[in-house]
């Protein structure tokens, strides 16, 4: 009977050990998966800090790539427009030999105008002053001429005055002669008259 109750006891100490080592061991199946849990989350955190940080590499890789691309870009553009910028300036040392060459020519042109103005208005002035000359001289003769004229018409104005005068002293000599010989022939005339009346008393 003891032997008996030893074995149960024993069997209840067994089970009891069991059920104690099974509820331990079911706590630290608890733990374990919470802590599994927390190690798979902590799992997913990472996979998604990895998955982020990959976004986040390639999106700085696209990133990259773009300002890699954009400076090749900026490079070329830089490198066409000192291109044209050299071209810029060559055509604008062109432009401006050929700025000076026309001022040159220009002034050549205007200095060769300038002399030919100046030998035409030499000319001119020349043409002007014999222009003058001419008709000074013309004046001098006209004037001479006139002058000349007004002497002859004056000695004719003078000759036709004494003509004139001497026409009528002829004419008054002839009056005065005729009136002498007018009172010669009156008295004569009274004389004989008086001859006769004389003459017809005596008889």
Do not use: C, H, P
Request: charged share 60%; no cysteine.
């Amino acid at each position: 009977m003891s032997k008996i109750k030893a074995i149960k006891l024993q069997k209840l100490e067994e089970r009891s050990s069991i059920l104690k080592e099974r509820k331990d061991l079911k706590s630290w199946e608890e733990r374990l998966n919470k802590e599994s849990n927390k190690i798979r989350l902590y799992e997913d955190e990472l996979r998604n800090r990895e998955k982020e940080v990959r976004l986040k590499e390639e999106k700085q890789k696209i990133e990259i790539e773009r300002l890699t691309k954009k400076d090749e870009e900026l490079t070329l553009v830089t490198k066409e427009l000192r291109e044209k910028e050299k071209q810029l300036k060559i055509r604008e040392e062109q432009q401006n030999r050929k700025d000076i060459d026309l001022e040159v020519r220009e002034n050549e042109q205007k200095n060769k105008e300038l002399k030919e103005q100046r030998r035409k208005n030499r000319e001119l002035k020349a043409i002007k002053e014999e222009e003058n000359k001419q008709k000074e001289l013309e004046y001098l003769k006209i004037k001479e001429w006139e002058e000349k004229f007004d002497r002859e018409q004056k000695l004719k104005e003078q000759e036709e005055i004494r003509r004139d005068q001497r026409l009528m002293e002829k004419e008054l000599e002839k009056r005065a002669k005729f009136e002498d010989l007018e009172e010669k022939t009156k008295k004569t005339v009274s004389g004989l008259e008086k001859f006769s009346v004389d003459k017809s008393k005596e008889n």
